[in-house]
């Protein structure tokens, strides 16, 4: 079964920078068949799709991040990336990575991203 970590997440004031990461692991993964895909689950609200890549690195993007979002992934090294740039506070919230779809619904521990001046 896969298996998620993400890193990378922080504290950082309105207007700054962070880049995630997500390892993905797990025995007869072949990671360059799947869309990957970035999450974020706000305190009381539901988990959202932020950013998915296709394995030719076609990218898509929800509304409210064009712009200041970019993801991205290496394939050999089954890793996905998320550049978040111009942060507000309304990105506060817990990153998750996942295929898109989500296919067995294991998540990651997540990574906590927190804008706040």
């Known amino acids: 079964q896969e298996q998620f970590v993400e890193s990378g997440g922080g504290l950082v004031q309105p207007g700054g920078s962070l880049r995630l990461s997500c390892a993905v692991s797990?025995?007869?993964?072949?990671?360059?068949?799947?869309?990957m895909g970035w999450y974020r689950q706000a305190p009381g609200s539901q988990r959202e799709l932020v950013a998915a890549i296709t394995s030719g690195g076609t990218a898509n993007y929800r509304n409210s991040v064009k712009g200041r979002f970019a993801i991205s992934r290496d394939n050999a090294n089954k890793t996905v990336y998320l550049q978040m740039n111009s942060l507000k506070p309304d990105d506060t919230a817990v990153y998750y990575c996942n295929f898109n779809p989500v296919i067995r619904g294991n998540w990651g521990q997540g990574t906590q991203v927190t804008v706040s001046s």
């Open positions: 797990g025995t007869g993964i072949i990671f360059s068949n799947y869309v």
